[in-house]
């Protein structure tokens, strides 16, 4: 399963706390997959069409780009985290349909 490689080692100390919050988020995946699946693909087919026919963004679309781009990168900061957290980067990957 996915979710295994998030439980730490055994004997570390956080071990079981960390494993029943996988169990519980896994539950709770279970009915959320097919409802992300429902907006994840109309969703980035917006997406892939305002790339396709180069639609300028509104000020205020890039305006909460830019705000959610600094408010991602103090989170990160905050929680000591070097790794990359999207698959793509581009402005529109931070702007969702469901605003």
């Known amino acids: 399963m996915i979710s295994d490689e ?3 080692p055994k004997g570390t100390i956080q071990r079981d706390k960390v494993e029943e919050w996988v169990k519980q988020l896994g539950e709770d995946a ?3 997959f097919a409802s992300y699946g429902e907006c994840f693909i109309p969703e980035n087919l917006l997406r892939n069409y305002i ?3 180069n639609i300028s963004l509104t000020v205020e679309a890039q305006r909460e ?35």
């Open 51 to 53: 790339k396709d026919k």
């Open 30 to 32: 279970e009915f959320n």
């Open 65 to 99: 780009i830019g705000f959610l781009k600094q408010k991602e990168s103090a989170n990160k900061n905050l929680a000591n985290l070097s790794i990359e957290l999207r698959k793509n980067n581009d402005d529109l990957s931070y702007l969702s349909a469901h605003q």
């Open 6 to 8: 998030f439980v730490p």
